[in-house]
């Protein structure tokens, strides 16, 4: 089992900036990816970023220039960390960390609201 804890949204106003992690625990020897997905009120999920085996990472086109996304891993535990630069009102939602790691597991999720 992975247990997810995210923290860090909150309030923004247009053009800010906001840090959001995940933190991994549990089973966390075979997770090969961790990353981010979003869901804007009235709309589906969607993909934002994400940390793969080996070190690469991955990002949506509008997420491109201006999230970046980094890991750090300890004995215990994996730190995923989504850096949210120049954020318009389009990227208000609730942001989902998740982990593979033979399964899926998700996070509880954390609500940014980009506004002025």
């Known amino acids: 089992q992975v247990q997810l804890v995210e923290s860090g949204g909150g309030l923004v106003q247009p053009g800010g900036s906001l840090r959001l992690s995940c933190t991994a625990s549990g089973i966390i020897f075979n997770i090969n990816a961790m990353g981010w997905y979003r869901q804007a009120p009235g709309q589906e999920r969607e993909y934002v970023a994400a940390?793969?085996?080996?070190?690469?990472?991955?990002?949506a086109a509008y997420a491109k220039g201006r999230f970046t996304i980094s890991r750090d891993k300890t004995k215990s535990s994996v730190t995923v960390t989504l850096q949210m630069n120049n954020l318009n009102t389009d990227d208000t939602a609730v942001y989902s960390c998740y982990a593979v790691a033979g399964t899926n597991y998700w996070g509880e999720g954390t609500l940014v609201t980009v506004s002025s």
């Open positions: 940390t793969l085996v080996g070190g690469r990472t991955n990002y």
